[in-house]
Each structure stands twice: as structure tokens, then as C-alpha cells.
């Protein structure tokens, strides 16, 4: 098969080529793959890896070998998956625990950015709690997370306020659903009872002190790679907001994965849910993708089709 491998020795630390087929275990199935999308994380990791190594968390394709001991969706079945690597290639391994299977109308482009972005989001929004008639702030809100728990707030009957630094996606992030766009959580007058935070540093701080009372701030990103510092006094009561907690999160939290990729691909079939696809092409113009994720020119998701 062809596949992405690291590549030292490339500009962009990797080179379309041949390699050997993948080789599944029992409860993996191999999957066709049509379409992956990057992730800022797996770019930055690239310099560490082995040469040769594929790397790919997220991919849907169409499973061609079911898994031996008879777990997952049968050949012919269009999924979405995810796994530590081999997402960018034509075929990939996987575990049965790590896919679902998707509905027949949706873009397989648009499906591939379901089990890292929108999973994430779900499952931070989750930390939280109940949604309903609650306001929730997101940070980085154009970008891939944040772009889905905007949508994904909405839908449980939150009071959505967006905060962007990106002046050019305000019309956007409305259409979303966003009641309410900031340029920083520290422009933002009132309180809220949830934040996802996909920024951190002083954002995270800022977001922090827009808690009310008993509201939870989710730390998903630290997009900025600046600390996080805490002004004397920012934890203190003085004004009666008890109780606000800060969660640390990762998006594999010991639950299956399964039903949230089937639910959130059926909330895109019916049109509940919109992918921010902000660059898209085939697979061999890698660099260009990767370029655009590194200098960060992107926004919302980069999609490779993956062709045969
Ligand atoms: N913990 C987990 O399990 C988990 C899962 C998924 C992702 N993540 C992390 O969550 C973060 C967001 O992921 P993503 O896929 O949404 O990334 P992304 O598409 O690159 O979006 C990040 C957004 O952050 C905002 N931002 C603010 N300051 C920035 C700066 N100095 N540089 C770049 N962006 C800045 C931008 O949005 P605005 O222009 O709207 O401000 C940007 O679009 C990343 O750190 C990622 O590694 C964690």
C-alpha cells in the first residue's frame, strides 16, 4: 500500500511511498481509507517519531477485511475511526473499539474529523453537565474543537457565547450558533456556567474568572503554549462565587467510543451538525496541509483525501 511515513530528511518530515500492508490482529479490522484530517498534535510530534512510521489518528473509510474474532462492522461498511497512527494511508488497522459505523449519505472528508474534534467536544461539554438554560463560553471557538462545541453547546440548550481572536469568523461562529461573539473572554461582562477552553495560557485565566458560581472550566488545549498564572485573589470567595472548579481533560477517558462517533456522524447526516473544513485536497499535497497547520493559516479542520 502507499502511505505518509516520517521522513527526516523531507522539508516536511514525511514522503508519500510504498510499505507493506498493515497486519491486523484478531480485534482489528483493516480499513479502507478515504479521507483523514490533521491535527495540530500529531503534526508537532512527527520530529519524534521513527523514520518510516504512519502517522493518523482520525480516518473513515470502508472496512475491506472485517476483524477476525468477529467484533465490528462487516466489509462494505463506511466508518469512522481512530487510532495512535496508520491513519494516513490506504489501509489501516483498527480496533473494533475505536470505529463506527457511519450513515450512507454523509461525506467521508467530513466524517474523519468526527473522532478527534468533535468527540472532544462532546465529551469536554459532558464535563460540565446539564446544558439546559446554562451559558457556556468556548474558547478558540473557530478552531476544530471549538467550532463543534459551539454547534454542540447550542444543540443542548445552552446560551452560547464564542470568543475568537480571529475577527473574520464572527459571521461564522453566528451561524453556528454562538448568541454572543468576543474577541476575549476578558471582553465578556457577565458570568457563565461552563467554559471549554481550547487555548489556555492567559485565556484560560481570563475564561477562569468569567465563572459564576458552582460553573466547571474544561482545560482542552493549550494552543498558545504560554503558562497558566493566576493573579492573587483570583481563587479567593470575597464575592460569593464559590465552588468553581477547574478539570483537566483528555478525550479517552475510559468509555466507549463507539456511540459517540455514531451519534455525533447521524447529528452531520441530519444536518445538526456543520464540519469547518478550512483546507481540503489530496493526500499528495501533504506538505501544503501540514504547512498550513504549522504556520497556523488554517481554520477549523484540514481533510486529506485519501485517494486509491
Ligand atoms: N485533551 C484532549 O483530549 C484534546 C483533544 C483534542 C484537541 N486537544 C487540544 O485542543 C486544542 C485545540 O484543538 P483544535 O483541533 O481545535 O486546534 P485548532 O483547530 O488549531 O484551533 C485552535 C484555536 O485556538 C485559537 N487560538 C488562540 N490563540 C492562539 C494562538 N496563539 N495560536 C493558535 N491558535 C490560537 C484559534 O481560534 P480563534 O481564532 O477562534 O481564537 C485557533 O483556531 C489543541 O491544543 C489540541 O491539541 C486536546
Redesign the pocket.
Given at each position: 500500500m502507499r502511505a505518509l511515513l516520517v521522513d527526516h530528511s523531507a522539508p516536511s518530515g514525511l514522503r508519500l511511498d510504498t510499505t507493506g500492508d498493515p497486519d491486523p490482529t484478531p480485534t482489528q479490522a483493516v480499513i479502507q481509507v478515504a479521507a483523514t484530517s490533521l491535527?495540530?498534535?500529531e503534526i508537532e510530534v512527527l520530529a519524534h517519531m521513527p523514520e518510516g512510521w504512519i502517522p493518523g489518528w482520525e480516518a473513515a473509510g470502508i472496512v475491506s477485511v472485517p476483524a477476525a474474532d468477529g467484533s465490528g462492522p462487516p466489509a462494505g461498511t463506511r466508518v469512522v475511526t481512530l487510532g495512535e497512527s496508520g491513519g494516513w494511508a490506504e489501509l489501516r488497522a483498527v480496533d473494533t473499539s475505536s470505529m463506527a459505523a457511519a450513515p450512507p449519505d454523509v461525506d467521508l472528508g467530513e466524517l474523519s474529523t468526527i473522532p478527534?474534534?468533535a468527540t472532544?467536544a462532546l465529551r469536554a461539554l459532558r464535563r460540565v453537565g446539564s446544558l439546559l438554560g446554562k451559558r457556556i463560553m468556548v474558547?478558540?471557538?473557530?478552531?476544530?474543537?471549538?467550532a463543534f462545541a459551539v454547534q454542540l453547546a447550542r444543540l443542548g440548550g445552552a446560551h452560547v457565547v464564542a470568543?475568537?481572536?480571529?475577527p473574520s469568523?464572527v459571521d461564522q461562529l453566528r451561524a453556528l450558533g454562538a448568541h454572543e461573539v468576543i474577541s476575549s473572554p476578558d471582553r465578556y461582562s457577565g458570568f457563565v456556567d461552563g467554559v471549554i477552553d481550547?487555548?489556555?495560557g492567559p485565556?484560560l485565566v481570563a475564561a477562569f474568572d468569567k465563572l459564576a458560581a458552582g460553573g466547571t472550566l474544561v482545560s482542552?488545549?493549550?494552543?498558545?503554549?504560554e503558562p497558566e498564572v493566576f493573579p492573587l485573589g483570583a481563587l479567593l470567595v470575597d464575592d460569593g462565587r464559590r465552588d468553581r472548579s477547574l478539570i483537566t481533560?483528555?478525550?479517552?477517558d475510559g468509555t466507549p467510543l463507539p456511540p459517540d462517533f455514531a451519534w455525533l456522524s447521524e447529528q452531520l447526516a441530519a444536518q445538526n451538525l456543520h464540519t469547518t473544513i478550512g483546507w481540503r485536497g489530496g493526500w499528495d499535497r501533504y506538505g501544503e496541509a501540514v504547512q498550513a497547520?504549522r504556520t497556523?493559516r488554517?481554520?477549523?479542520?484540514a481533510v486529506l483525501e485519501i485517494a486509491d
Open positions: 491535527n495540530f498534535g478527534v474534534a472532544s474558547t478558540g471557538a473557530s478552531g476544530g474543537v471549538g470568543s475568537t481572536s480571529s469568523a481550547c487555548v489556555g485565556q482542552v488545549g493549550h494552543t498558545t503554549g481533560f483528555h478525550q479517552i497547520m497556523r488554517l481554520r477549523g479542520k
